[in-house]
C-alpha cells in the first residue's frame, strides 16, 4: 500500500494534504462535515496579538476562476484563541499550525510565545504578507532587509519549527526565499495571494471597499507552480517547501509536487468543494499505487530529477535526512 505519511521538521504528518490559512476556520467547523483527522494538518485563520473585526463589506467578489478577498485578517486575537477555540481543537486527532502576523517584530514574537505551550500547535507559519507599522507601513515580505530580521527575531524565541508564507507580489521569489533560509526558517510556504482588483461598471467603482484583494483559486495554479520550481531549483532539499495556490484536485497537487513541493495545502476549493482535501488525498493514494510508487518522497522534484543524470530516486531517508540537518542535497537540470 502507498505510503503517504512524511516528515517535515522533525515532524510526522499522516499526508502531504493540509488545508490553507482563511480557508477553513480553526478547523471546528469542517468536523460537523467530515472527519478532519483524515488531514495531514490544519493550517488555522490568522493569529494575532489582539482582536481585529477586520474590514468593511464588501470583502470578498468572486473572479473568473477565483476570487478576490479582501477580509482584513479579521480573528478575536490569541488569548481568546487559547482561551475558547483551541480545547475544540485539542479533540481533533491531526496537527495544527498555527498562521500568526503582526503589526510590528514584537507582537509576532509575542503572539508565538502564547502558544508555545499548547502542544496542539506543532509549528508556526508566519504571514508576511501585513504592513511594518514600525518602519513607515512596509510590508514584511516585501523587504529583505526587514524580513530576515523579522524571522531572525522570532526563531531566537522559540522552539517550535518556523515556516514563512512568502509573497508572491515580488520581482524574485528566489531572493526573498534565500533571506528565510539565512535566517533559520525550516520551511517555506508557496504562495500567498496575489494583488488583483475588479472594477464594478455599473456602479463604476471598485467592487471591494478596500479597492485591492487577494487574487486565489484555479487562477494562480500556473504562478504558484512556477515559483516553487524557480525555488527548489535554486535550494534543492535545503529547505522543504509546502505549496499552495490554485489546488482543486489530485492532478493539481502533482504539479506542485513534481515542482519542489513536499506538503500542499487545499485553500479555496474548501469554499466550493468542501471535501476536495479528501478527494485529493484519495486520488494521491491511488495514482501512487497505480504507478507502483511505494513512498511519496519519491514524487518531490520529480520533474527536476528526470533532467538529472545518474541516479533519479532520492530515497525518503535521504530526503528526510536532509530536510532535518539543513543538507545542501540539490536537484538541478
Known sequence: MADLSIELFGIRFKNPVWVASGTFGYGIEATRIYDVSKLGAVVTKGISLRPRPGNETPRIIETPCGMLNSIGLQNPGVESFLKELYPQIEKIDTHFIANVFGESE???????????????????????????????????GHDPKVLGSLVERIKAKIRKPLLVKLSPNVSDITEFAKVCVDSGADGLVLINTLLGMRINIRKARPELSTKTGGLSGPAILPVAVRMIWQTFERFGFRIPIVGVGGITTHEDALEHIYAGASAVQVGTANFY?????????????????????????????????????????????????????????????
Open 106 to 140: 514584537e507582537e509576532y514574537v509575542e503572539v508565538c510565545l502564547a502558544l508555545e505551550s499548547a502542544h496542539k500547535i506543532v509549528a508556526y507559519e508566519l504571514n508576511v504578507s501585513c504592513p511594518n507599522v514600525k518602519k513607515g507601513g512596509i510590508v514584511f
Open 273 to 333: 468543494e468542501p471535501f476536495a482535501p479528501l478527494k485529493v488525498i484519495e486520488g494521491l493514494r491511488e495514482f501512487m499505487e497505480r504507478e507502483g510508487v511505494e513512498s511519496f518522497s519519491k514524487l518531490v522534484g520529480k520533474a527536476h530529477r528526470l533532467d538529472i543524470k545518474g541516479d533519479v530516486n532520492l530515497s525518503q531517508k535521504t530526503l528526510q535526512d536532509s530536510f532535518r540537518k539543513g543538507g545542501d542535497t540539490e536537484c538541478r537540470p
